[in-house]
């Protein structure tokens, strides 16, 4: 496990690296130390790494390929590399085996030097299950949705056969190309199997729509006893499913490596927003989730969408929606203490042969704003200590340009860097805990569980410049976002203060800390940083480019 696993480098590893220039030895060496760190380490909560879902697998993605990550590591960026998960196919012909080592083989065995962790960027796994051979397996043998009137339905099933789940894990690594990177690699300190999961799945409230479900529960049961046995069908299955892949891996080292972590797969960050907010969740009364059971981690999704009206400047934002996933993912750790949390980010944009609904970043230029990597710097950095993630790990569709993301992408990478980089800011976001500002209530309050009500939801500093009428509305604009962690006891506090300002600088914004006093700060696009001491009474700007000692 995890726990405890600070690897130390052997002989032989060490031999590899004296190839390798120095600053790529010493930022692989924290990179891999902060990736295998628990989560509750002695020295703190480990550092954040960035990463990406585009693998560079498309002729016009070609600039994300894992051997450009490994320039911008060995150039001192705190990359988590990723690699395209490859081809299930058994047996390699020569036009493919030339195809397969010119993406993956100088890669690998550059990051197999710096004995890096590893990331593999997949589909949804268990789609294979309803696709032949499996979806054509009679009823009482397969593994999708059987309903009442005995169709079958290309969903999968909490309730179906198991052992598809498993056979069908297999073939995601006993492949003849897995085989080649385990030789190429026989020891990487952590691999992170990632998948897209957002396979089609029977819906708690659609429990009844499926023949077994009647057959096992009747008719008439509670909500509350549809989510759990449906939640509980899951664990079962995803965990058979990874057991399955893990034991289609030939190397022992791999087989401990390796971790099993889907897109989302976590409690609602829209948790209350509206009504309709229960039928995407599987919240019973004693478990807001299954997924830390079924899973070894997530990447929700941190995203200004391009299909709703969610932006990165209203009460709709993933700013205030993520608020609600900080006692969600407090609540996994106690199930799955080993459980590895990163989001992943989104700007709603993609370049323009996608045929889809306008662009985020259009709509923002129609209102006459300025869209560029300083805000979306700012945006992410809201989120990075708001939640203090494993890993940032921004979203572009796979034939996304390098090119046209790269200065996006370089914003998350900055960012991520400059907690690595800066001594003030590391020791904050190893130690500094998050302050909630109870004088307010988050803003979505629809349907709220009762075991649920009291937690913590709202963190967002009271700014003088935000709206002062309560509670917002979905459409309001917030100037300026604002957090806080914070260090000490009273009367020897120290608080960090983050704040952003996505339409513009703001000048002498007044801010409330709470329990404590009003400061006042300047805000920009890209965010700023402030160390507030209690015992000098003093309020410091953290520059951003400010360095270790």
Not at 11 to 17: D, G, I, P
Not at 37 to 62: D, F, I, Q, Y
Request: hydrophobic share 35%; proline share 8%.
């Amino acid at each position: 496990m995890m726990r405890g696993a600070f690897l130390m480098l052997t002989a032989s590893a060490m031999a590899s690296l004296a190839d390798a220039p120095p600053n790529a030895i010493t930022t692989a060496e924290a990179i891999r130390a902060e990736a295998v760190m628990p989560n509750a380490a002695e020295g703190g909560h480990p550092l954040p790494l960035a990463t990406a879902w585009c693998t560079g697998s498309h002729r016009w993605s070609e600039g994300w390929r894992p051997i450009h990550q490994l320039d911008l590591i060995e150039g001192g960026h705190f990359l988590l590399p990723w690699f395209a998960h490859p081809s299930r196919s058994r047996e390699l012909d020569e036009e493919e085996e030339t195809a397969f080592r010119d993406y993956y083989e100088a890669a690998i065995k550059r990051a197999a030097k710096l004995r890096l962790p590893l990331t593999f960027v997949s589909t949804q796994w268990e789609s294979l299950l309803s696709r032949p051979p499996w979806c054509d397996l009679p009823p009482e043998q397969n593994p999708n949705v059987v309903d009442t009137d005995g169709k079958i339905t290309r969903k999968v099933s909490p309730f179906g056969p198991v052992a598809p789940w498993k056979e069908a894990g297999g073939t995601w690594t006993d492949s003849a190309r897995m085989l080649l990177l385990q030789k190429w690699y026989p020891d990487p300190p952590l691999i992170i199997f990632l998948s897209n999961n957002e396979h089609g799945k029977l819906r708690w409230h659609k429990a009844e729509s499926s023949a077994r479900y009647m057959e096992m529960f009747g008719a008439g049961r509670s909500a509350d006893f549809k989510r759990k046995v449906i939640g509980d069908g899951w664990v079962e299955r995803y965990r058979a499913l990874q057991n399955g892949m893990r034991e289609g891996l030939v190397s022992p080292n791999w087989r401990k490596a390796a971790r099993f972590m889907g897109y989302g797969g976590g409690g609602p960050e829209f948790f209350g927003r509206w009504g309709g907010w229960v039928h995407y969740s599987l919240h019973t009364s004693t478990r807001l989730t299954p997924y830390p059971a079924m899973w070894d981690g997530n990447s929700p999704s941190y995203y200004t969408h391009d299909w709703c009206p969610t932006t990165d400047h209203t009460t709709w934002s993933p700013q205030i929606e993520f608020m609600n996933t900080v006692f969600m993912q407090q609540l996994a750790r106690k199930l799955n203490p080993d459980w590895w949390y990163e989001f992943s980010t989104w700007d709603g944009h993609e370049w323009p042969w996608r045929k889809k609904t306008p662009s985020k970043v259009m709509v923002y230029e129609q209102a006459d704003q300025v869209w560029n990597p300083e805000r979306y710097q700012g945006f992410i950095q809201f989120g990075m200590w708001l939640m203090r993630p494993r890993a940032v790990r921004e979203y572009r569709g796979w034939t996304t340009p390098w090119d046209k993301a790269e200065p996006y992408f370089m914003a998350i990478s900055t960012a991520v860097d400059r907690v690595h980089r800066n001594a003030t800011l590391r020791r904050w976001w190893r130690h500094g805990s998050l302050v909630p500002n109870r004088t307010r209530k988050h803003p979505y309050q629809n349907g709220i569980p009762t075991e649920f009500r009291d937690v913590d939801r709202w963190f967002l500093l009271d700014c003088d410049v935000n709206p002062q009428e309560f509670p917002w509305d979905l459409h309001w604009k917030v100037p300026v976002f604002a957090l806080a962690r914070t260090i000490g006891e009273k009367p020897n506090r120290q608080w960090l203060v983050y704040a952003h300002a996505p339409l513009g600088e703001r000048r002498g914004v007044r801010v409330t800390i709470p329990q404590h006093t009003n400061i006042t700060i300047d805000v920009p696009p890209i965010g700023a940083f402030y160390e507030v001491d209690e015992t000098t009474d003093t309020v410091r700007r953290i520059p951003q480019d400010e360095r270790n000692k």
